[in-house]
């Protein structure tokens, strides 16, 4: 059993930068590729970044490329996204998961979720 908390989501202008953190509970949290979901407004939630359970590969979506970093701490049980360069698209709930593959987009296949933390970019 994993239970992860996320924070860092707020109210920003389109520009500004984020990060996002992602808190795990439980031991195994070092064995699972970690991941971070977004779901906006009346659209499917779909995978924005994955890292797998080293920290050694990541992966993007495509309209993050070059804007976002993943990174994990597994001494300190978390995982976390830094958020640069943030526009009005991005805004969404962005959830933290835990799973066995990073570059997976089906939610189906990720074991546990967090509550989600609202992110708002403004123009």
């Known amino acids: 059993q994993v239970q992860l908390v996320e924070s860092g989501g707020g109210l920003v202008q389109a520009g500004d930068s984020l990060r996002l953190s992602c808190a795990a509970s439980?031991?195994?949290?070092?064995?699972?590729?970690a991941g971070w979901f977004r779901q906006a407004p009346g659209k499917e939630r779909e995978i924005v970044a994955g890292v797998n359970y080293s920290g050694a590969f990541t992966y993007y979506t495509g309209s993050v490329k070059g804007r976002f970093t993943i990174s994990r701490d597994n001494a300190k049980n978390t995982v976390s996204l830094q958020m640069n360069s943030l526009k009005p698209e991005d805004t969404a709930v962005y959830y933290c998961?835990?799973?066995?593959?990073?570059?997976?987009?089906?939610?189906?296949?990720?074991?546990?979720w967090g509550q989600g933390t609202q992110v708002t970019v403004s123009s």
């Open positions: 439980g031991r195994t949290f070092g064995s699972y590729a």
């Open positions: 998961a835990v799973g066995n593959y990073y570059k997976n987009d089906e939610q189906a296949a990720w074991d546990y």
